[in-house]
């Protein structure tokens, strides 16, 4: 049976201050005014029945979620008692699926995606289940790149497999490349943006871990014989305490020899940064604005307004985001470094309170 699972623990700091600690990325209403956690489930309901749809996230976020999504069961939310990256959280939701079902398919999604042509997704998901079932792999959704983005993992497309919709064997993974190494990938034409979208069967996910990643499999199968009983929350939090979180791009598609990569012909977007949400606010005078803003004698500037009216007068090359009790003024150049500069204000004891 196919089983979703949506990923909506992260703190989401590259879209600082928009996103905060206390309301991160996926509860954010940037796009058609629901959350993109929200617009994650009612986008999946065609591909699995509301009982089958889950969520991971964090233990600080169970209520958010709760409040986001009264539709689901409770049962349905999965939480982690800390962060250890998503090759742990999805080996986790794998084990408690495997636990339901010897035969459980997973169709691993992020919580913060814009996507559209939503018939041509379910399309490209449902041969992605197909090919996880027949050919054993993990497979990942690519997306086609239009420009040298150094923010996405990419993927080398090798031998095509047979499906209606372009499907090939992963030759590798490269995580994110420099601006150099991006304008060559883009130029060979034979790479793929690394979407974090992914599809495979639960009992095959966790062989893979077994073989790459043996310590984190040891607890998860330590976390299987836990659950159901009275002990399940206790040893889930003692093997967390013991766990080396890792990402499941490092830890084992990275790896694995059983990868394919599905082509996507949807629109899609990560929605991980200021310069991903620009393009899709209004262009004004050689500018992206959004909100209250006036832009004069300025060029190349993105303004994400609030209450307050922003007036950018003689500046170029900028992106100033209004936010509540927080103004952020940066170089267009840094929009990769915010969760630096996060980790830089947690040090500050008096900032603190303003993440």
């Known amino acids: 049976m196919v089983y979703v699972l949506i990923l909506a623990g992260g703190r989401g700091t590259r879209l600082y201050p928009l996103s905060r600690t206390s309301n991160p990325k996926q509860f954010l209403k940037l796009m058609n005014n629901k959350s993109f956690l929200r617009n994650t489930v009612d986008r999946i309901k065609s591909i699995a029945k509301k009982e089958n749809i889950y969520v991971v996230t964090?233990?600080?976020?169970?209520?958010?979620?709760?409040?986001?999504?009264?539709d689901l069961s409770k049962e349905n939310i999965f939480s982690e008692p800390e962060n250890k990256e998503t090759a742990t959280c999805i080996g986790l939701s794998a084990a408690k699926f495997l636990k339901k079902d010897n035969d459980a398919i997973m169709v691993v999604l992020p919580s913060d995606h814009y996507i559209e042509n939503e018939k041509v997704f379910?399309?490209?998901?449902?041969?992605a289940i197909e090919v996880a079932e027949r050919k054993r792999g993990l497979i990942t959704i690519g997306v086609k790149p239009t420009r040298a983005e150094t923010g996405y993992g990419y993927i080398e497309m090798g031998e095509r497999v047979n499906g209606e919709i372009a499907t090939y064997k992963v030759e590798r993974f490269l995580e994110k490349p420099n601006l150099e190494v991006a304008k060559d990938l883009l130029l060979k034409g034979t790479y793929l943006w690394n979407s974090g979208m992914f599809v495979w069967r639960a009992d095959v996910y966790l062989r893979e871990m077994q073989k790459y990643l043996?310590?984190?499999?040891?607890?998860?199968?330590?976390?299987?014989?836990?659950?159901?009983?009275?002990?399940?929350?206790?040893?889930?939090?003692?093997?967390?305490?013991?766990?080396?979180?890792?990402?499941?791009?490092?830890?084992i598609m990275q790896k694995t020899r059983k990868g394919y990569v599905i082509k996507c012909e949807f629109a899609w977007d990560d929605i991980g940064t200021f310069e991903s949400l620009k393009r899709f606010s209004k262009y004004f005078r050689g500018n992206n604005i959004s909100g209250k803003a006036?832009?004069?004698?300025?060029?190349?500037?993105?303004?994400?307004?609030?209450?307050?009216?922003?007036i950018g007068f003689g500046i170029k090359d900028l992106i100033i985001v209004d936010s509540e009790d927080v103004v952020l003024i940066m170089d267009k150049n840094k929009d990769q470094e915010i969760k630096h500069l996060v980790n830089k204000i947690k040090n500050e004891e008096e900032m603190k309170k303003y993440l």
């Open 58 to 70: 964090n233990k600080d976020y169970l209520e958010k979620v709760y409040n986001e999504l009264p």
């Open 122 to 127: 379910i399309d490209t998901l449902k041969q």
């Open 214 to 251: 043996p310590k984190m499999y040891k607890s998860m199968m330590r976390i299987y014989k836990s659950l159901e009983t009275e002990e399940e929350y206790q040893i889930i939090k003692e093997e967390y305490e013991v766990i080396s979180g890792i990402s499941v791009d490092f830890g």
């Open 294 to 310: 006036f832009m004069e004698q300025s060029e190349n500037c993105s303004v994400f307004g609030n209450g307050r009216l922003v």
